[in-house]
């Protein structure tokens, strides 16, 4: 049988070749790919957008129940996210990673088939990178590059008064799916033998392991002919989203909480965890749905839209930012969403 290759047989340049040496770009933007010391790109008139994400072993993922192959997928995920949020289209990616002396070359390769398909499903060409050893666990670094036209890109200064706010999706679940995933860590921990029980909480797993991007409703709504004010995608929970478009968009806003989408696993599992359902759905990251602002015209068009729901209104700045209760009391709304940062 054969000796089974290794990263260190295979050096710096050796990984980067078997990683990538079949690779071919696709888009026209991209005149020269991997291999000489920078990547060439032709926008032509188009509007460039630029993202990047850096995601640290410990900090933004844990090994112990993360597939590899999960992992790449949503590494680039997270990217291609930021760039639909722009109403921008992710055309390239650079990837740049670490590895430390205990990955071996299958585990590198799992990330890439991982990367792959996130390439293939959205039509990103991988374009470059950088690999180095590190004696500080796996790092990956994602950059991603897309293209937009310039009266079309989305901010997230553009909301006005009355404007309707619209969110995609159900919010919440990434969040207990990890909460799932970190029990079942110290169950297993814990007890010899212990297999996962994670029966009837697929989604809840799937949204925090592997995200989608929400360019079908982006679609459906250009179709339409929707015009959007502001737009962000839901990465650090819903509350902290929603006054990011608040303070840029110089306006205040009421959310209602009977009109926050919430699937039913993430509802069972917070009562199973004896959590706030709604605190969930408000704080917790990773959704990676989308949160925009349409003007009022367009409600009876927008609440068509299958996978969107209406939760509220931007007001005038004066009236602040409020999630109005079922009991009709008013709860300012408060950025405690996912910080990395934080304690
Ligand atoms: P440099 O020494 O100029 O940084 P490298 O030898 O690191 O160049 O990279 C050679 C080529 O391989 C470049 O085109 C680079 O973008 C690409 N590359 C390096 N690492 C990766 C990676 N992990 N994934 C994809 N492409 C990569
Ligand atoms: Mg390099």
Known sequence: MAEKRSIKDLGEFGLIDHLTNDISPKHASTVKGIGD?????????????????LLLEGIHFDLVYTPLKHL???AVIVNLSDVIAMNARPKQI????GISSRFTLEMIE?????IRLACEKYEVDLIGGDTSASLTGLTISITCIG???????VYRSGAKDTDIICV???????????????????????VKGAQPDFDGYEYVLEKQLKPEIRLDIITQLHEKGIPLSSMMDI???????LLHICKQSECGCRIYEDRIPIDYQTAKLAEEFNMNLVTAALNGGEDYELLFTVPLDFYEKVVMI???????????PDAGAFMVTRGEQEIALIAQGWNSMAE
């Open 37 to 53: 010391d920078a990547a060439v790109l032709d926008y032509k008139d188009k509007q460039v957008v630029v993202t990047t994400d």
């Open 72 to 74: 790449g997928y949503k």
């Open 94 to 97: 650079t990837v740049s990673l």
């Open 110 to 114: 799992d990330i890439y088939a991982g």
């Open 147 to 153: 293209e937009g036209e310039k009266d079309k890109l």
């Open 168 to 190: 995609t999706g159900d919010l919440g679940a990434a969040y207990m799916g990890l909460q799932l995933l970190e029990r079942e860590k110290k169950v297993l921990a814990d």
């Open 235 to 241: 990465s650090d929970g819903l509350s902290s989203e």
């Open 306 to 316: 299958e996978g969107v729901k209406v939760i509220g209104h931007i007001t005038k």
